[in-house]
């Protein structure tokens, strides 16, 4: 499937080459820990894998990590999971992210932007001062290292204070965003059992108001270790009897105390999407999210104290923590509460421009709405200040590479980039130092031995494989909350290949070192032995202007034949008649593979996704192998289940 382009469409030129961080980064590692002065990315990258301690140890040194007490050794197992990282070191992640108030207290740390588009600046000493007053606050309600502190909470600046006075008291952070549903928040708070929530009375979206007061109600009655729940009128109402004011517990003027913890002290509890079954519940550590994110914000988004900082996404995606992390190295970062295509699909680029981002990251589905849409950014916005336009979320079509090229600027770094909640960070992506090639990801990250496999564990280039991880990276999960003999962590990531991360996508490497992402390999198209990423048809399909979305599905059928659909969400006014259906196949078969043309082309009123906007494969075969509605999808981690129903009855039908 590898489709290797042999030009780039984007080259830095080598006064940006020079001036980025990892070049930097990697003269000066070259001189003290032995790091490859020549060869480049590729050398670094190598030396970065076989070298892991060495290469850990420069990261902490260039980035001047503090350590309140030494570690023993970089290292100390090394085996996955269960790899011990700075043994006997302590630090704290809060401490680090609100360095720059020391040199730049008077300068935006948060720059906050709703609906109107009006950005407001938090500086450094304020958001200093509040987190310091809500972590005296939060000792006062005797709230200790380990416990755990919630959130149900937008993308605000009092979301970044919580997390950040949890962070400072030791305690354990996790948020979701108010979109959820009670039953969302539930599934995913009571597995770790809160003593504080913060809540808001509710959210603006798309230009309407959403009261949540019922929602908190129901939590409230959930959740009995609650101690405390404080409450943050962003809609004006009231406090709810026995809840605490937010501006009461911000007012103070204590200097910030920073816990010292075990470098493996856990930060927050992230959650998969749990479309079958609960969300899983992982939990990273200070440490290794600091180093992580240090790495990958400093030197592959090469962000540093002139940079603005802006991620489209919200409190219940990693990208909201990792767009956090933005503050480790001094850039202001930019949280947008509000509908990505308010009050048009534009939006986020009239964001971007009125704070000035010099990165912006959005997701690929934003990217092809636009280039659908007819929307052109550079004609309409002054983003003379953006560098970089990040994707994640899946993989960014070769037409969406194009249409950032042509739209937005010939000289735009464009970083397609794939990691997972599982890490809160990228296996592979940015790089401002190499060229970009349509399609493809620039190549694996720093640290990371990222590799692709065959079934028998024989590593693959130029060839579609399992996207694994040969060596542990600090920010793997310490463990999964309520998962006491470490089965179900095991289970998610190394039955396949003992002592191995296996991610679950199919990727290429391809031989001059870029990346090619396919989708999920758990629901791949394997027609008489080809394989295939649902992501490859997806932007084949997506390409005609008629189809909204899709979703394709490969089902292993009894007799041993093999069915596979394709379900089109049509744009209003299209209609699935026999020209429209002709095109489909024949996009299919001249682009992909005459053996990947669907079975059947179905309309349907639209496609699920998880509540972080994935589109859902497997619960979706689940249902039409026959499983019920129930046991296929955990209802809570959807957006719309009565699309879920189509799908259901369209099986019962079928059988």
Request: charge should be negative.
């Amino acid at each position: 499937m590898s489709t290797v382009n042999p030009l780039p469409l984007w080259q830095p030129d080598p006064q940006r080459i020079a001036q980025a961080q990892i070049t930097k980064f990697q003269a000066w590692a070259a001189e003290h820990h032995g790091a490859p002065a020549e060869g480049g990315y590729a050398a670094l990258h190598r030396w970065s894998v076989d070298e892991l301690d060495a290469f850990w140890k420069a990261v902490t040194e260039w980035f001047d990590v503090r350590f309140s007490s030494p570690y023993a050794r970089v290292l100390g197992d090394r085996s996955m999971p269960g790899a011990q990282w700075f043994p006997g070191a302590k630090l704290n992640y809060a401490e680090h992210a609100l360095r720059a108030a020391d040199t730049r207290p008077g300068e935006p740390a948060l720059l906050y932007v709703d609906e109107t588009h009006e950005p407001r600046p938090v500086t450094w000493a304020e958001l200093r001062r509040q987190v310091g007053s809500l972590a005296a606050e939060l000792r006062a309600l005797g709230v200790r290292p380990g416990d755990r502190v919630s959130g149900y909470l937008p993308n605000i600046p009092q979301a970044v204070v919580a997390l950040l006075a949890t962070a400072a008291v030791g305690a354990v952070w996790t948020s979701c965003a108010p979109d959820f549903g009670a039953r969302s928040v539930l599934d995913r708070f009571q597995q770790v059992e809160p003593v504080v929530l913060f809540t808001v009375d509710g959210y603006r979206y798309g230009g309407k108001e959403h009261d949540r007061r019922d929602v908190v109600t129901e939590l409230r009655s959930e959740l009995p270790t609650l101690r405390a729940v404080v409450h943050i009128p962003l809609l004006g109402t009231p406090a709810p009897e026995g809840a605490l004011e937010w501006s009461d517990l911000t007012s103070g003027d204590a200097e910030p105390v920073f816990e010292q913890v075990p470098f493996e002290h856990p930060l927050w509890v992230l959650y998969s999407s749990g479309t079958t079954g609960l969300p899983k519940a992982i939990v990273q550590s200070q440490g290794g999210i600091l180093v992580e994110h240090l790495k990958q914000l400093g030197l592959h988004c090469d962000l540093g104290p002139e940079d603005r900082f802006f991620w489209y996404t919200s409190t219940g995606w990693m990208m909201w923590n990792f767009l956090v992390s933005g503050l480790l190295t001094g850039t202001t970062v930019v949280l947008y509460d509000g509908s990505p295509g308010f009050p048009d699909t534009g939006a986020q680029w009239r964001v971007a421009e009125r704070t000035g981002a010099t990165l912006f990251g959005t997701s690929a589905a934003y990217v092809m709405a636009c280039r659908k849409a007819g929307v052109h950014p550079s004609r309409d916005f002054d983003l003379s200040t953006v560098q970089c336009v990040a994707t994640t979320g899946s993989p960014l079509p070769p037409d969406g590479f194009r249409w950032l090229h042509d739209e937005v600027g010939e000289d735009l770094w464009i970083a397609s980039v794939s990691g997972g909640t599982d890490v809160c960070s990228c296996f592979a992506g940015a790089v401002p130092t190499l060229p970009v090639h349509i399609g493809e990801l620039q190549a694996p990250c720093l640290g990371t031995d990222l590799q692709s496999w065959d079934p028998s564990g024989a590593p693959l280039t130029d060839e579609v494989g399992e996207l694994v991880v040969t060596n542990p990276m600090p920010s793997m999960p310490i463990h999964f909350w309520n998962d006491p003999d470490g089965s179900r962590y095991h289970d998610s990531y190394f039955a396949m290949y003992p002592g191995v991360w296996r991610h679950g996508d199919w990727i290429t490497l391809t031989s001059r070192g870029s990346v090619i992402i396919h989708g999920r390999s758990d629901s791949t198209l394997n027609r008489q032995g080809v394989r295939m990423g649902s992501a490859d048809i997806y932007e084949a399909v997506e390409r005609l202007p008629e189809i909204k979305e899709s979703l394709v599905i490969g089902i292993e059928q009894p007799d041993g034949g093999y069915w596979m659909p394709l379900f089109v969400h049509l744009v209003p006014g299209a209609v699935l008649d026999d020209a429209l259906l002709n095109r489909i196949k024949q996009t299919i078969r001249e682009q992909l593979s005459p053996r990947h043309i669907p079975d059947e082309v179905i309309e349907v009123p639209g496609i699920p996704h998880t509540l972080t906007g994935k589109r859902i494969e497997v619960p979706v075969k689940r249902l039409l192998q026959g499983t019920r509605l129930e046991k296929a999808v955990n209802p809570g981690s959807i957006d719309d289940l009565d699309l879920l129903r189509f799908y259901e009855d369209l099986a019962r039908k079928r059988a």
